[in-house]
Antibody, heavy 126, light 108 residues
Framework: EVQLVESGGGLVQPGGSLRLSCAASGFTFRNYYMNWVRQAPGKGLEWVANIKQDGSEKSFVDSVKGRFTISRDNAKNSLYLQMSSLRAEDTAVYYC???????????????????WGQGTTVTVSS | QSALTQPASVSGSPGQSITISCTGANSDFGAYNYVSWYQQHPGEAPKLIIYEVSNRPSGVPDRFSGSKSGNTASLTISGLQAEDEADYYCSSYITSAVFGGGTKLTVL
């Protein structure tokens, strides 16, 4: 079964740090771009960061640049989000999600985030 | 990337059809066909229901359809069912993803 399982969430004080993990199973993890997407309480989805298959390229939403880092360990089929200098506005459920790209002829086409984890909750509060 | 604008809520009766719009703020949205739609029931993770404007992943009923005209994409759900009541998010992708604010669908 294709599955993503997040862990590492919890309560942290403002200014603190937290590391989220996402364990992948049921597919060849090293072949996929991966994302972190978050959802603040009662709010919509917000893309946070993504990372290329080999970890060589990473992108972040402006609000977390310089505070969050994304990494992966393909040998362990795992994705990580290191969060530092946390703020109250970082409080959210954090999901990891897989990007699906489809090869047609000689080009790859983006086909959405097709696998999501169940999420892990991060609460930033004193 | 710029934000995507969706109506906050829509509603319909069982058996009816509804359409949710998603408007991009600049021409990038109109130029690319990387529009996806996600369904999210309360307390659950989002689920991909449409990709590349109008394609459905395996297992998604054909009651769900997507389209795009200019800077506005649309999700149409025909033959509404009670289980369609959920939040729906559009998303576009250029070098990274951006989501719309979400639309709450109420089945009356």
């Amino acid at each position: 079964e294709v599955q993503l399982v997040e862990s590492g969430g919890g309560l942290v004080q403002p200014g603190g740090s937290l590391r989220l993990s996402c364990a992948a199973s049921g597919f060849t993890f090293r072949n996929y771009y991966m994302n972190w997407v978050r959802q603040a309480p009662g709010k919509g989805l917000e893309w946070v960061a993504n990372i290329k298959q080999d970890g060589s390229e990473k992108s972040f939403v402006d609000s977390v640049k310089g505070r969050f880092t994304i990494s992966r360990d393909n040998a362990k089929n795992s994705l990580y989000l290191q969060m530092s200098s946390l703020r109250a506005e970082d409080t959210a459920v954090y999901y990891c999600a897989r990007d699906r790209w489809e090869l047609r002829a000689t080009h790859y086409y983006y086909c959405g985030m097709d696998v999501w984890g169940q999420g892990t909750t991060v609460t930033v509060s004193s | 990337q710029s934000a995507l604008t969706q109506p906050a809520s829509v509603s319909g009766s069982p058996g009816q059809s509804i359409t949710i719009s998603c408007t991009g703020a600049n021409s990038d949205f109109g130029a690319y066909n990387y529009v996806s739609w996600y369904q999210q029931h309360p307390g659950e993770a989002p689920k991909l229901i449409i990709y590349e404007v109008s394609n459905r992943p395996s297992g998604v009923p054909d009651r769900f359809s997507g389209s795009k005209s200019g800077n506005t994409a649309s999700l149409t759900i025909s033959g509404l069912q009670a289980e369609d009541e959920a939040d729906y998010y559009c998303s576009s992708y250029i070098t990274s993803a951006v989501f719309g604010g979400g639309t709450k669908l109420t089945v009356l």
